[in-house]
């Protein structure tokens, strides 16, 4: 994995940003079952909110549709998506950083939850990413060439979870075979905010290959993130809501008072 991945990274004359984001999004896509989706584009909730542009977006292709507008840009619903990643060429201040995180954030912060009505598809239980880290999107940054140091990426990482709740914190900063970034938990480690106590760095004197964690914690949680089913009502005005006038069968006349929008034809007795 690890040779192949470097082989195509190598960077050549000319070549645009955009050519090595799908270089890692075709990687992704050889270790994932075809029922993942592997894109890139926007993100949305029911209530009309809308992420930043995402570099990686992974969804259920059985849960939902996925939408194109004119030029391209995909759009899927938040309820189908259960991981998404921001891809940087170099990465070196803490500004940038910060920036990058924000990205991902504007996708934790979409209401999968669809204001209480959505249910997890695996177990029919409420859907609450903002107490349930199965229900939350998973986020991770994957830079590939030059980027801070990882003492200096670590610190960057703890000042931004100071300034957001929990539900919100990205999940793993990976600098290409140079050090990774998740969480500690009671379990050991592992990318759960939920459960934290500590950042922990894995780096490539820990005898650990580095590519290989990276790439089995964005397949875990690809696995067990809850989906739920799209709910065409949530997105679309129901039919009370459509102003529309509505008129009866000759044969069945309406009785009691007239809804509202419909209208009577004079002298027929009917609607």
Same mark, same amino acid.
């Given at each position: 994995?690890?040779?192949?991945?470097?082989?195509?990274?190598?960077?050549?004359?000319?070549?645009?940003?955009?050519?090595?984001?799908?270089?890692? @999004?075709?990687?992704? @896509?050889?270790?994932?079952?075809?029922?993942?989706?592997?894109?890139?584009?926007?993100?949305?909730?029911?209530?009309?909110?809308?992420?930043?542009?995402?570099?990686?977006?992974?969804?259920?292709?059985? +849960?939902?549709?996925?939408?194109?507008?004119?030029?391209?840009?995909?759009?899927?619903?938040?309820?189908?998506?259960?991981?998404?990643?921001?891809?940087?060429?170099?990465?070196?201040?803490?500004?940038?950083?910060?920036?990058?995180?924000?990205?991902?954030?504007?996708?934790?912060?979409?209401?999968?939850?669809?204001?209480?009505?959505?249910?997890?598809?695996?177990?029919?239980?409420?859907?609450?990413?903002?107490?349930?880290?199965?229900?939350?999107?998973?986020?991770?940054?994957?830079?590939?060439?030059?980027?801070?140091?990882?003492?200096? +990426?670590?610190?960057?990482?703890?000042?931004?979870?100071?300034?957001?709740? @929990?539900?919100?914190?990205?999940?793993?900063?990976?600098?290409?075979?140079?050090?990774?970034?998740?969480?500690?938990?009671?379990?050991?480690?592992?990318?759960?905010? +939920?459960?934290?106590?500590?950042?922990?760095?894995?780096?490539?004197?820990?005898?650990?290959?580095?590519?290989?964690?990276?790439?089995?914690?964005?397949?875990?949680?690809?696995?067990?993130?809850?989906?739920?089913?799209?709910?065409?009502?949530?997105?679309?005005?129901?039919?009370?809501?459509?102003?529309?006038?509505?008129?009866?069968?000759?044969?069945?006349?309406?009785?009691?008072?007239?809804?509202?929008?419909?209208?009577? @034809?004079?002298?027929?007795?009917?609607?």
């Amino acid at each position: 994995m690890g040779a192949a991945l470097r082989q195509k990274l190598i960077p050549h004359s000319g070549e645009l940003g955009t050519g090595r984001e799908e270089i890692i @999004r075709e990687f992704l @896509r050889g270790y994932l079952p075809k029922r993942f989706g592997v894109s890139t584009g926007f993100v949305f909730d029911s209530h009309g909110n809308v992420s930043r542009q995402i570099d990686v977006i992974i969804n259920d292709n059985l +849960m939902a549709p996925q939408f194109e507008a004119i030029g391209g840009k995909k759009f899927f619903p938040c309820e189908s998506v259960v991981c998404v990643g921001a891809i940087k060429s170099s990465l070196t201040s803490r500004r940038s950083i910060k920036k990058t995180l924000d990205n991902l954030t504007s996708v934790k912060c979409l209401d999968r939850s669809a204001g209480g009505r959505n249910f997890a598809l695996i177990n029919d239980e409420p859907i609450d990413q903002l107490a349930n880290h199965l229900d939350q999107i998973f986020t991770f940054l994957f830079v590939i060439d030059k980027c801070v140091a990882e003492e200096l +990426m670590r610190k960057t990482l703890f000042e931004y979870l100071c300034e957001h709740p @929990r539900h919100l914190w990205p999940n793993i900063l990976y600098h290409f075979e140079h050090y990774l970034l998740t969480y500690g938990c009671d379990s050991g480690f592992c990318p759960n905010p +939920m459960d934290a106590y500590a950042i922990s760095s894995l780096n490539t004197t820990s005898g650990k290959d580095l590519l290989l964690t990276f790439s089995r914690l964005v397949a875990g949680a690809t696995y067990v993130t809850r989906v739920s089913s799209f709910s065409y009502w949530q997105y679309l005005s129901g039919p009370d809501d459509l102003g529309a006038d509505v008129y009866a069968f000759e044969d069945a006349p309406i009785k009691g008072p007239l809804p509202r929008h419909v209208v009577e @034809r004079p002298g027929s007795g009917s609607f």
